[in-house]
């Protein structure tokens, strides 16, 4: 009898302390969509639990499991989200491209680890255009670093 009361005790404080008046729950989780070569349709492919960490020094974006290149090939670009807050969107390169891009890229390296760079290749392209590109979304990655650092997947080295 006194277990079936410490059981039910036990399961009422958590349940109370694992609630909170003061949090409201809200839609900050981090999205990453992604636009299929082959449909043009937009999906979800991963949520902020599906990210190990975005490094702001290397500007690796690091995946629990990350996509292959087949799979990363499908994709045209990828959009950020938070909640139902468009961020930015990245066009997908590899080193098999041959196109200079001047706007935020996730870039796959050989090595089969991503960065969001803001251009692509790196040393090629219009500085000029690649600044004014980032400065247009600069807020919107002001949001992204918060929740990358909220969610406790933000390095600085």
């Given at each position: 009898m006194k277990s079936t009361?410490?059981?039910?005790?036990?399961?009422t404080a958590s349940l109370l302390f694992s609630c909170s008046t003061t949090d409201t729950i809200s839609d900050t989780v981090l999205y990453l969509k992604v636009r299929s070569t082959l449909s043009g349709n937009d999906s979800t492919a991963y949520v902020?639990?599906?990210?190990?960490?975005?490094n702001a020094t290397t500007k690796e974006l690091k995946f629990v499991n990350p996509p292959t290149l087949q799979k990363l090939q499908s994709y045209r670009q990828v959009k950020f989200y938070v909640g139902n807050?468009?961020?930015?969107?990245?066009?997908?390169?590899t080193d098999a491209v041959s196109a200079?891009?001047?706007?935020?890229?996730?870039?796959?390296?050989?090595d089969g680890k991503f960065y969001l760079e803001d251009g692509y290749p790196l040393n090629l392209g219009?500085?000029?255009?690649?600044?004014?590109?980032?400065?247009k979304r600069a807020?919107?990655?002001?949001?992204?670093?918060?929740?990358?650092?909220?969610?406790?997947?933000?390095?600085e080295q």
């Open positions: 009361v410490y059981l039910a005790l036990a399961i902020s639990n599906n990210f190990v960490w975005y807050d468009s961020l930015f969107t990245a066009k997908v390169v200079i891009v001047n706007d935020l890229v996730l870039y796959m390296k050989t219009d500085a000029t255009l690649r600044a004014q590109n980032k400065d807020a919107a990655w002001s949001k992204f670093i918060i929740q990358m650092k909220k969610d406790k997947h933000y390095a």
